[in-house]
């Protein structure tokens, strides 16, 4: 019959042969499932997207009704100091007028 090292060496190669058998199963296995995976984080990544766009939409409207807010104040800063000019031009007139009669009231005194 055949000697022990014979033997050995030939159960030695049927577990190589079997290991390297179970080991392409697990990476053929693996590939499969990465696709899935795959998949999966593009889907994720894709309403990431989705939701970061919202965001930034969200945003630029709030920028909008801010810009609109501002010009608005301007405006009424612009009517405050129109009609705070014209009261001081008033004020002014008035008070040259004042002037002017208290001038008269000393030269006649």
């Known amino acids: 019959m055949m000697s022990r ?3 050995l060496v030939f159960l030695l190669v049927i577990l190589i ?3 390297q058998f179970e080991w ?3 990476l053929v296995s693996e590939l499969e499932t990465t696709p ?3 998949q999966n984080q593009q889907h994720i990544s894709n ?3 989705v939701v970061k ?3 930034i939409l969200s945003q630029e409207k709030t920028i909008q009704r801010l810009n609109e807010f501002i010009q608005s104040l301007q405006q009424q800063l612009l009517q ?3 009609s705070n000019n014209a ?3 008033s004020e002014n007139s008035f008070m040259s007028y004042i002037d002017e009669i208290q001038r008269q009231q000393m030269i006649e005194d």
Request: proline share 4%.
């Open 36 to 38: 899935g995976i795959s």
């Open 24 to 26: 392409k199963q697990q």
């Open 5 to 7: 090292p014979i033997v």
């Open 47 to 49: 309403r990431q997207e």
């Open 53 to 55: 766009e919202k965001i």
């Open 17 to 19: 042969i079997t290991s």
């Open 87 to 89: 009261t001081n031009g």
């Open 80 to 82: 405050c100091r129109g």
